[in-house]
């Protein structure tokens, strides 16, 4: 797994500051107010950050920006980054002051003068976040960094803050590894054997294999991977850290490649398909980071794993086939395959664990991307508490997310004579007949979410990632859990 910057929070020293290599990054107020190590360089630098504040550079600099000073006087460092940063930053802007200091450093290192800033860990998040780098495919990937001291008046406290935030990055970073990794080196078999590794955390982990999914009845799942080499494959995942009660289920979509199957993808763009899996993705870094920070709450991960490819052995369009619950599905298109899977996936975690609540996470379809572009996922719920509490949640990790409608009009638009339902109803709310053929899967009474992640998983670059893997819904789902069933 890509490692996070590793972080070391050293006391405040104005005397230490002239002789600190590499990049520097300080914090300004808008009308120059300065913390005493800005203040510091300032007057080693002979008034010029005070020149700076005056300038209208500085006063056109939106917050969480910085100019650059190259070289400065009578200082070791070779560059320093200047931020606009108000007294008392929201945690977003905070995240993005950090992300702009990561950006400034590229691979090289970079020393936070952050003294008394306000929400000074939630800085240094943002930092680890932007500073992810997915390299291991390079021959000789260029040297960077791997560790950042930052300076602050009460590094003990500030530790304590950033240890949670550190968890939670880590499994930021395991969900970006999976869903950048290419299909030739995540298949079904080593995402399996990458979730297993997550024992080592205390994760309860099981693999089932195609003979005990045909056991199951999985018909739906297995039809999917029926023309790939490699076999399909459900992980569950349990985290049990709380008590007796019921867990909370994640479910995620696991396509490791999409070509569409028998109703083949254009080939333009379909290299992009290894990010078809980004649901399941998700899913394993919220366990990642459940497990890292020792979370108070019983949640359950299970991810579908296939893969979709065309084959003398593929499901074809207009072949019926029959879901673990038992109902029937016509087979209009074998590119909406992700539906397929999870409805299998959903079925069988409600059956197994009879959740508090469940949401299931897939890169599901390209209508989403025209409704709601690359700024938010699209959520579907039957639940107005557990919807608006994610919502919440989402919002204040600053992960879009909007909610898109559900109806039993839509419903007659994947009604067909051959079967109990058919896997499409065309063009026209593409995002909204697949959301109503999840909710066939879902029992009356288990509250329920549908995140279409199609347009967050990999759009980058954004305000905390590289371009590639987001890691969108991590941060969210941690929220969720850590709000409402660890409080």
Request: proline share 5%; hydrophobic share 45%; aromatic share 4%.
């Amino acid at each position: 797994m890509s490692q996070p910057l590793r972080v070391a929070f050293t006391e405040t020293d104005t005397d230490s500051i002239a002789e600190i290599s590499g990049k520097l990054a300080l914090m300004m107020g808008a009308e120059g107010s300065m913390n005493t190590l800005t203040r510091k360089a300032n007057t080693l630098m002979r008034g010029a950050l005070k020149r700076l504040a005056g300038s209208e550079a500085w006063e056109k600099t939106p917050e969480g920006k910085g100019i650059v000073i190259n070289v400065p006087e009578r200082m070791a460092a070779t560059s320093i980054l200047v931020v606009k940063t108000p007294k008392s930053p929201s945690k977003l802007l905070a995240r993005k002051i950090g992300a702009e200091i990561a950006v400034f450093a590229g691979a090289e290192t970079v020393t936070p003068l952050l003294a008394t800033q306000n929400k000074a860990a939630e800085v240094v998040n943002g930092l680890v976040l932007r500073a992810y780098a997915f390299t291991k495919h390079k021959s000789a990937p260029k040297e960077r960094a791997d560790s950042i001291s930052v300076m602050v008046n009460d590094p003990s406290a500030i530790e304590a803050q950033f240890g949670p935030l550190a968890a939670v990055a880590e499994g930021v970073f395991f969900t970006r590894d999976l869903v950048n990794e290419p299909a030739n080196v995540l298949t079904t078999s080593e995402f399996a054997n990458r979730l297993v590794a997550l024992s080592r955390l205390g994760v309860k982990v099981e693999v089932l294999d195609e003979p005990e999914l045909e056991k199951l009845g999985m018909g739906s799942l297995l039809c999917v991977g029926q023309g790939s080499e490699s076999p399909s494959k459900v992980v569950v995942m349990q985290w049990q850290g709380g008590g007796d009660e019921a867990p909370f289920a994640l479910v995620g979509k696991g396509v490791v490649f999409d070509t569409g199957g028998i109703s083949l993808k254009p080939p333009a763009g379909m290299e992009d398909m290894t990010m078809d899996m980004g649901g399941a993705g998700v899913v394993s870094g919220v366990m990642h980071a459940l497990a890292a920070r020792k979370a108070a709450a019983n949640v359950v991960g299970l991810v579908g794993l296939v893969e979709n490819m065309p084959d003398g052995k593929a499901t074809r369009p207009g072949d019926v086939v029959t879901s673990m619950k038992g109902d029937t599905i016509e087979v209009i298109n074998t590119d909406a395959e992700g539906r397929l899977v999870l409805a299998d996936v959903l079925w069988y975690a409600q059956e197994r664990f009879a959740p508090v609540g469940m949401i299931n996470l897939a890169t599901l379809t390209g209508a989403t991307i025209v409704a709601l572009g690359h700024e938010n996922a699209g959520v579907f719920s039957n639940n107005d508490k557990l919807c608006n509490a994610f919502l919440s949640a989402a919002a204040n990790e600053g992960e879009g997310a909007w909610r898109m409608p559900l109806g039993k009009p839509y419903d007659k638009l994947i009604d067909t004579p051959m079967a109990d339902m058919k896997n499409t109803g065309g063009r026209m709310a593409g995002s909204v007949t697949a959301a109503q053929f999840l909710q066939r899967f879902v029992k009356e009474e288990t509250p329920w979410i549908h995140l279409d992640i199609a347009g967050v998983a990999s759009p980058g670059p954004t305000a905390m990632a590289p371009k590639g893997a987001t890691g969108w819904g991590v941060q969210a789902l941690d929220r969720l859990i850590r709000d409402t069933f660890e409080s």
